[in-house]
């Protein structure tokens, strides 16, 4: 059974910084697409940014220049740096595994709160 088991979330002040990191079992997780997606409540959840497994990477316009995704292929991890952080940013965050062109092959962890609070 594939895990994606998420970590680093809590709470901080406006201005500072989280890093999430999202370990992942039973997958060949350097062929995977990662990304790390939120959903604050009343929202939908949103993509925030992607890596491949070519280190194509992708953001929201919303974190672009105060996130950074990253990934190492040799602790089967995807990291997001989270740096000057909103309180807009509060939400829960989840973590993603997408293997190219097979849309079935598709799996979530089970998330992290961020609070950015004051």
């Known amino acids: 059974q594939v895990q994606l088991v998420e970590s680093g979330g809590g709470l901080v002040q406006p201005g500072g910084s989280l890093r999430l990191s999202c370990a992942a079992s039973?997958?060949?997780?350097?062929?995977?697409?990662m990304g790390w997606y939120r959903q604050a409540p009343g929202k939908q959840r949103e993509l925030v940014a992607t890596?491949?497994?070519?280190?194509?990477?992708n953001y929201a316009d919303s974190v672009k220049g105060r996130f950074t995704i990253s990934r190492d292929n040799a602790k089967n991890t995807v990291y997001l740096e989270m740096d000057s952080l909103k309180p807009d940013d509060t939400a829960v965050y989840y973590c993603n595994a997408q293997k190219p062109h097979n849309i079935l092959y598709n799996y979530w962890g089970q998330g992290t709160q961020v609070t950015v609070s004051s």
């Open positions: 039973r997958i060949i997780f350097s062929i995977y697409a």
């Open positions: 890596i491949t497994s070519g280190l194509t990477t």
